[in-house]
């Protein structure tokens, strides 16, 4: 039989889930619930954009020893980019390095990952509660981004260890003390 | 890269057909049957078939933009359309330029495929020309049931020029709607307006509707083009305003192809090659309202035309009952024109609003506040420009939206720094808006 618990998980479930609840109640493990859920939005949208995100990283590479006068890869890479929304946030990533405004693709990418995050939570009337709480772990959601990027698309750096709380009622059971 | 769907075009007595084969399921073939009665008048204008060519284009893809649904999660649809034309060679040389010129509007690809015009493809191409009207015209006016639309009519009687309106109906509702408004608005002004208008019902279709339907709008442009062309008029008027014609895509929530582009000035350029390949003279696209926000093309409003506001409809989940029209009065289009007439300087009998909120997306106020507030951060950097690139990298090539147009005595830069600077005002302008909009709701 359902609980009251189960049913406020569901709601939940609705809007963001247990990350919204996480950021919400600032609780320590919010960064990391905000980054999962990105990073499981985007294997959903475009299974393959490590591939995506290694070509352009070295493109990138490469183009700090020659620029072209005509980048036929940035072009190629933009074309990738159409294919699906995480793809094209890639390619804008790209031109971000490209144009100076970041130094590392991994970090762009962040910054553009973080972004359509707190675009949602702005934009959306049921994430109102989250609205508040987002600026608190905002810096701190890039800086994990980045390194999640780094070690997903590039290998680099440590495995990132999996939550310990694996569904919303052990959320709920870490965050709400049982009466 | 896959095909989302192909198509071939034909043609049977007085009906444009096309076969869509689509994949997604299966293969599936299906006709979408379009009426051309009303297209014959127009097409039948030129003595040279090619001159309407580009409008079976426009109405294939059309057709295609309709019937072929975009993937989740995906942005681009990919066609292949099988064309009858008069000249396979000369078609060949354009193909690259038309697949630039639809990839740059609407995202979607396609891949064109000429084959030759014979009797197989039916008795379309073949009538004699009936079309009658002499003296021609300079200007070609598009005239829709929007109110920029309304507000453009509005300001065209009193021109010197010689101005004809046209429409593209791609709902038969929507014709009474534009009927009405252009007989009121020549009425009340005591003149005449010249107008046609063109017929696209799809008579049997697939059941499966995208949306977005974002060739709608370059369908309309190519029907003002193909009527410019055979009255030998150089201009095509459209009189969307300034922020709807830029359309920006929310920053990192929607992207470029995610928005229509199909009105944004940057792709001038491929309108003027695309009517030099098709036409031969430049007919070029003017947005006389470029640096008008809509609050200040109703407040521009003559005193007849404001009487028509309620007539005209800007939802992009409109309901049409017997009764009337209702307007959601919560999506994007509705909250911009609610805060356009709210802030117009004048009392203006709007259309009535249902305020029920539709679907699960996002809130059209909090998005159009949201993209106002990262607007306005950008604008008063001090170097504004770069900031707005950087945050839509989309408007990069604006400022040369109008090289090799207008007055040859402005300089290139100058043209280019008044592109800025006027693009920089009207964003500002409708920043201040939202921002007074938002102070009167507080209040």
């Known amino acids: 039989m359902a609980t009251d618990r189960d049913r406020f998980a569901r709601v939940l479930d609705k809007r963001f889930g247990a990350t919204a609840y996480a950021i919400a109640n600032a609780a320590a493990d919010a960064v990391a619930r905000c980054a999962a859920y990105i990073e499981s939005q985007e294997r959903i949208a475009d299974p393959n954009l490590r591939p995506?995100?290694?070509?352009?990283?070295?493109?990138?590479?490469?183009?700090?020893?020659?620029?072209?006068?005509?980048?036929?890869?940035?072009?190629?890479?933009?074309?990738?980019?159409?294919?699906?929304?995480?793809?094209?946030?890639?390619?804008?990533?790209?031109?971000?390095?490209?144009?100076?405004?970041?130094?590392?693709?991994?970090?762009?990418?962040?910054?553009?990952?973080?972004?359509?995050?707190?675009?949602n939570i702005e934009t959306y009337r049921d994430w109102e509660h989250v609205r508040e709480g987002f600026p608190a772990v905002e810096s701190a959601l890039v800086a994990e981004m980045t390194r999640r990027n780094r070690r997903r698309f590039l290998g680099i750096g440590d495995a990132i260890p999996a939550l310990l709380a694996r569904t919303q009622a052990d959320v709920l059971a870490e965050l709400i003390p049982l009466q | 890269m896959s095909l989302d769907a192909s198509a071939r075009v034909a043609y049977q007595g007085r009906h444009m057909?096309?076969?869509?084969?689509?994949?997604?399921?299966?293969?599936?073939i299906v006709r979408a049957v379009l009426d051309v009665d009303d297209i014959h008048p127009l097409t039948t204008a030129a003595s040279d078939p090619s001159t309407f060519e580009l409008l079976d284009l426009a109405?294939?893809?059309?057709?295609?933009?309709?019937?072929?649904?975009?993937?989740?999660?995906?942005?681009?649809?990919?066609?292949?359309?099988?064309?009858?034309?008069?000249?396979?060679?000369?078609?060949?040389?354009?193909?690259?330029?038309v697949g630039e010129?639809?990839?740059?509007l609407t995202g979607d690809a396609v891949e064109v495929v000429p084959i030759e015009r014979g009797a197989a493809v039916g008795e379309h191409h073949r009538r004699e020309s009936n079309f009658g009207f002499e003296g021609g015209v300079d200007v070609i006016g598009l005239l829709s049931e929007g109110l920029d639309s309304l507000c453009g009519a509005d300001?065209?009687?009193?021109?010197?020029?010689?101005?004809?309106?046209?429409?593209?109906?791609?709902?038969?509702?929507?014709?009474?709607?534009?009927?009405?408004?252009?007989?009121?608005?020549?009425?009340?002004?005591?003149?005449?307006?010249?107008?046609?208008?063109?017929?696209?019902?799809?008579?049997?279709?697939?059941?499966?509707?995208?949306?977005?339907?974002?060739?709608?709008?370059?369908l309309a442009l190519i029907t003002g083009m193909t009527i410019a062309h055979a009255l030998g008029a150089g201009r095509v008027e459209c009189y969307e305003n300034g922020f709807g014609?830029?359309?920006?895509?929310?920053p990192d929530l929607q992207y470029g192809p995610m928005s229509s582009q199909v009105l944004n000035p940057r792709h001038l350029p491929l309108w003027d090659r695309l009517s030099r390949a098709f036409f031969g003279p430049t007919i070029e696209i003017v947005f006389p309202n470029r640096y008008r926000t809509k609050a200040e093309m109703v407040s521009r409003l003559s005193e007849p035309g404001r009487r028509l506001v309620s007539q005209t409809s800007s939802c992009d989940r409109l309901l049409r009952l017997p009764e009337g029209v209702i307007h959601c009065g919560t999506c994007g289009s509705c909250r911009y024109r609610q805060l356009s007439v709210a802030l117009c300087g004048a009392s203006i009998n709007d259309v009535p609003y249902a305020y029920q909120h539709v679907g699960d997306g996002p809130d059209a106020e909090l998005v159009l506040r949201y993209h106002a507030r990262m607007l306005g951060i950008a604008l008063s950097q001090p170097n504004a420009w770069d900031a707005l690139v950087r945050l839509h990298p989309e408007i990069s090539t604006l400022p040369f939206s109008e090289d090799g147009r207008g007055d040859k005595r402005e300089s290139d830069d100058g043209r280019r720094n008044r592109i800025r600077q006027g693009t920089l005002d009207v964003l500002r302008r409708h920043v201040e808006e939202l921002q007074q909009w938002e102070a009167v709701h507080a209040a």
């Open chain 2, 245 to 250: 014609l830029l359309n920006l895509p929310v």
């Open chain 1, 52 to 119: 995506a995100f290694q070509d352009a990283h070295r493109v990138l590479v490469r183009s700090q020893l020659t620029l072209p006068e005509f980048d036929a890869e940035a072009v190629r890479i933009r074309a990738r980019g159409r294919d699906s929304e995480p793809a094209y946030r890639l390619a804008l990533a790209y031109d971000d390095v490209r144009n100076g405004v970041c130094e590392t693709l991994a970090e762009a990418f962040a910054i553009r990952q973080v972004r359509w995050v707190r675009g």
């Open chain 2, 155 to 218: 300001g065209v009687i009193h021109r010197d020029e010689r101005i004809a309106l046209a429409s593209v109906i791609t709902n038969p509702k929507r014709s009474s709607q534009i009927d009405t408004i252009k007989t009121a608005l020549a009425a009340a002004h005591d003149g005449e307006l010249l107008h046609y208008a063109l017929a696209t019902r799809l008579r049997r279709r697939r059941k499966v509707r995208e949306k977005s339907q974002r060739s709608r709008t370059v």
């Open chain 2, 17 to 28: 057909l096309v076969e869509l084969s689509t994949h997604v399921f299966g293969t599936e």
């Open chain 2, 101 to 104: 010129w639809y990839e740059a």
């Open chain 2, 59 to 97: 109405v294939a893809l059309y057709v295609l933009d309709r019937s072929v649904r975009v993937r989740v999660g995906r942005i681009r649809r990919s066609f292949a359309l099988h064309l009858p034309v008069a000249d396979v060679v000369r078609w060949r040389r354009i193909i690259p330029l």
